[in-house]
Nanobody
Framework: QVQLVESGGGLVQAGASVRLSCTAS????????MGWFRQAPGKEREFVAA????????YYVDSVKGRFTISRDNAKNTLYLQLDSLKPEDTAVYYC?????????????????WGQGTQVTVSS
């Protein structure tokens, strides 16, 4: 069983950048495809991005394409999400998640393990 811990959130102004990290322990990180989700107050948790075990061919929700970049370092057991050109509507708790699926799910219920989340707040 893998444990996930996110870090790197905070309060930033619109247009700024933030890098989130998700460190895995207790399992073989490279055995899992990984994803980032976010949940704004009063809204459902939504898919943001996902990446294969190899780190190739990441996939993004349309609203973050060109602004967010997902990556991973399997040697460091760490997943990253670089958030650039942030907008107030990006404000949410960001969660990383791991899946044993061989494809990249966008459905939260297809992920096996979750972190506790890290808050990103973007002021206008």
């Amino acid at each position: 069983q893998v444990q996930l811990v996110e870090s790197g959130g905070g309060l930033v102004q619109a247009g700024a950048s933030v890098r989130l990290s998700c460190t895995a322990s207790g399992g073989t990180f490279s055995n899992y495809a990984m994803g980032w989700f976010r949940q704004a107050p009063g809204k459902e948790r939504e898919f943001v991005a996902a990446i294969f075990r190899s780190g190739l061919n990441p996939y993004y929700v349309d609203s973050v394409k060109g602004r967010f970049t997902i990556s991973r370092d399997n040697a460091k057991n760490t997943l990253y999400l670089q958030l650039d050109s942030l907008k107030p509507e990006d404000t949410a708790v960001y969660y990383c998640a791991a899946t044993t699926r061989l494809f990249l799910p966008t459905n939260r219920y297809q992920y096996n393990y979750w972190g506790q989340g890290t808050q990103v707040t973007v002021s206008s």
